[in-house]
């Protein structure tokens, strides 16, 4: 395992509770949010008096569906309170929404479960600029270990989330770029954790929450908070019970992110790197597949271990699945992202040439989809799914959680870069050969922007993809766009000294 895995002294940080990693887990990708949210639903709902439930989020929309009726988000976790259930909840405080950020749905959130009888608290322990983009449930069953589970990946308990294999988008949709439409369609990807695993996830959670530190040293925060009651205080947890039992035959390694800050975490009072160490040994060790689907791909410093394996392996091939229009609107938004994507893209394309292949799904209408996956397949053998994006920002900055499986027999790995091939390219039948899939790609992309090319007549060609062509920004928008790049979109949380060194 320690091939592929940190051991303990690479992760870097001997602060922490958490394993190096466990092994005897059961690990199972929910594509999609609405599939995600069909596993939840239930799960919750089953648990009862002296159960615990835990979660964070980078943001949380209280009216939510997450089935087909009125089960939204807050009925259901304040009906778990009210049933006697522990639920305690961490989301970040968020930036004023005339940014495009979400306090207001957060506090919301927050207030219908203290109102239940839960906690839920809004956590700014950040850097400036920063965020909380960890995105994670745990269930725990006093008695009935067998039913617990967690939940880890990309999906928000929020608006626009909600989408399906189908990516018509979430009816509760949320605003983004008006090239996705009304209801932006949205790919995204969440595990299901049970084993000792879970165990680890609870003590990702337990080691936020009782960190002593005030939840915001921002005086209007705190005037704030005061003046409208706000619970700013962490009621102790239950006590941790042990790892449940082994449930399958994964071995799972927790990946994180925590930045370095001048009054750090007791946990990680350097930060936490381990998202970037780990992708870095195993992106060192490909030599025929690199399957990525990511949200930004923006940064050098990042790109940097892909652009390197690349050149390593004259054999080695990237596919990367990337949204093709930056999410947010406006000038500020927009050109920046381009410019990171832009500098990326370059450097992996000088190191890999035509081995280099990026696409973009679209819907059966033409509409672009919105990739918010974070999926990294490598050789077919370490998978990751998880909170963090290929960018500086997620590797150094802002807090991230990303779980990195191997199976003995290979099987997981596969299988998930199979399940993902399926459904940007329209049918079941996806040749295992991970070069011939990438061939597979090739050819659905190009029949796709051809019959696009051609006036969009006569049938549509299966498949969803569409080759990516990088931007390429005037001298002038570069120049602009690099200052708010690395000042807002992609700022660096690493130390001066690792910054100056290079390294993570």
């Known amino acids: 395992m320690s091939d592929w895995f940190l051991t303990e002294d690479e992760r870097g940080n001997p602060h922490t509770r958490l394993l190096p990693w466990t092994d005897g887990n059961a690990v199972r990708p929910l594509v999609d949010g609405r599939a995600?949210?069909?596993?939840?639903?239930?799960?919750?709902?089953?648990?009862?008096?002296?159960?615990?439930?835990?979660?964070?989020?980078?943001?949380?929309?209280?009216?939510?569906?997450?089935g087909a009726g009125d089960e939204t988000i807050s009925r259901v976790l304040c009906a778990a309170a009210e049933r006697g259930v522990v639920v305690k909840g961490l989301v970040w405080r968020s930036h004023w929404d005339r940014l495009q950020f979400s306090e207001e749905e957060n506090q919301h959130l927050g207030d219908a479960i203290e109102a239940a009888g839960g906690?839920?608290?809004?956590?700014?322990?950040?850097?400036?600029?920063?965020?909380?983009?960890?995105?994670?449930?745990?269930?725990?069953?006093?008695?009935?270990?067998?039913?617990?589970?967690?939940?880890?990946?990309?999906?928000?308990?929020?608006?626009?989330?909600?989408?399906?294999?189908?990516?018509?988008g979430d009816p509760q949709a949320v605003a983004i770029a008006p090239v996705y439409g009304d209801r932006a369609p949205w790919h995204d990807v969440q595990l299901e954790l049970r084993g000792p695993v879970?165990?680890?996830?609870?003590?990702?959670?337990?080691?936020?929450?009782?960190?002593?530190?005030?939840?915001?040293?921002?005086?209007?925060?705190?005037?704030?908070?005061?003046?409208?009651?706000?619970?700013?205080?962490?009621?102790?947890?239950?006590?941790?019970?042990?790892?449940?039992?082994?449930?399958?035959?994964?071995?799972?390694?927790?990946?994180?992110t925590y930045p370095y800050r001048r009054r750090g975490y007791p946990f990680a009072p350097e930060g936490e790197r381990t998202v970037a160490r780990g992708y870095r040994k195993a992106v060192a060790r490909a030599e025929q597949l690199i399957y990525l689907e990511d949200q930004y791909l923006w940064s050098p410093q990042v790109a940097g271990c892909f652009a390197d394996a690349l050149r390593e392996h004259p054999g080695l091939h990237l596919v990367a699945v990337v949204p093709r229009y930056p999410d947010q609107p406006g000038a500020l938004g927009r050109f920046p992202q381009l410019y990171g994507r832009e500098r990326a893209l370059s450097m992996l394309h000088n190191a890999g040439g035509d081995r280099l292949h990026v696409f973009s799904p679209e819907n059966a209408d033409g509409t672009p989809i919105y990739v918010h996956a974070k999926v990294c397949v490598v050789d077919d053998t370490w998978a990751t799914v998880g909170s963090d994006n290929v960018s500086l920002?997620?590797?150094?900055?802002?807090?991230?959680l990303t779980c990195a499986v191997l199976d003995p027999t290979g099987a997981y790995a596969r299988d998930l870069r199979l399940r993902l091939a399926r459904e940007h390219l329209g049918?079941?039948?996806?040749?295992?050969?991970?070069l011939a899939a990438v061939e597979e790609f090739e050819s659905s992309a190009r029949a796709l922007e051809a019959w696009h090319a051609a006036g969009r007549r006569g049938p549509r060609p299966p498949g969803r993809l569409r080759p990516y062509e990088s931007p390429h920004l005037s001298a002038w928008t570069s120049r602009w766009s690099s200052l708010v790049y690395r000042t807002v979109h992609d700022p660096d949380g690493r130390p001066r000294t690792m910054r100056r060194a290079g390294s993570f």
Request: with cysteine.
């Open 393 to 400: 920002r997620s590797w150094t900055h802002d807090s991230e």
């Open 119 to 168: 906690e839920c608290l809004r956590d700014m322990r950040v850097r400036a600029g920063g965020s909380h983009h960890q995105k994670f449930v745990v269930l725990r069953h006093p008695g009935r270990p067998s039913l617990d589970v967690a939940y880890v990946g990309g999906i928000d308990l929020c608006h626009g989330r909600g989408d399906d294999s189908q990516h018509s």
């Open 427 to 434: 049918h079941d039948d996806v040749p295992d050969d991970p």
């Open 36 to 66: 995600y949210y069909a596993e939840l639903l239930p799960a919750v709902n089953r648990m009862v008096r002296g159960d615990l439930l835990l979660f964070t989020d980078w943001r949380g929309d209280p009216d939510e569906r997450l």
């Open 198 to 256: 879970v165990g680890q996830v609870e003590a990702t959670f337990r080691e936020r929450w009782e960190d002593p530190a005030p939840l915001s040293r921002n005086p209007f925060f705190v005037l704030h908070d005061k003046l409208f009651h706000e619970d700013t205080h962490a009621d102790p947890l239950p006590a941790q019970l042990p790892d449940p039992a082994p449930a399958g035959d994964l071995s799972v390694q927790l990946l994180r």
